[in-house]
Nanobody, 124 residues
Framework: QVQLVESGGGLVQAGGSVRLSCAASGLTFSNYTMGWFRQAPGKGREFVGAISWGGGSATHYADFVKGRFTISRENAKNMVYLQMNSLKPEDTAVYYC????????????????WGQGTQVAVSS
């Protein structure tokens, strides 16, 4: 019933920008923490950023973001976004959005629902 669908991935040169979108359905979107994770070939899935379902819409990011990425949500549209700027080749990965019933969490095990991912490839 719950479905998360990512979009917006593609090929971009280093230093460029990509905006990823995640459309959620089958859940009361405003009651879920939404997160972004990524996985490069041969590597485990790692946390990128998350935004709470609380009124303050608190955000938290992985250290490697260093101000380059911004996560946001539009509850009225059941959408969450990941704006990625100043991309580096090491950002190349499949990016996943996920939903958690925990008010705020950055732990992947706390996210119940996952999308299928969208590929981002950053060329040097």
């Amino acid at each position: 019933q719950v479905q998360l669908v990512e979009s917006g991935g593609g090929l971009v040169q280093a230093g460029g920008s990509v905006r990823l979108s995640c459309a959620a359905s089958g859940l009361t979107f405003s009651n879920y923490t939404m997160g972004w994770f990524r996985q490069a070939p041969g590597k485990g899935r790692e946390f990128v950023g998350a935004i709470s379902w609380g009124g303050g819409s608190a955000t938290h990011y992985a250290d490697f973001v260093k101000g380059r990425f911004t996560i946001s949500r539009e509850n009225a549209k059941n959408m969450v976004y990941l704006q990625m700027n100043s991309l580096k080749p090491e950002d190349t990965a499949v990016y996943y959005c996920a939903a958690s019933e925990v008010p705020f969490t950055v732990l992947d095990r706390a996210f119940t629902y996952w999308g299928q991912g969208t590929q981002v490839a950053v060329s040097s």
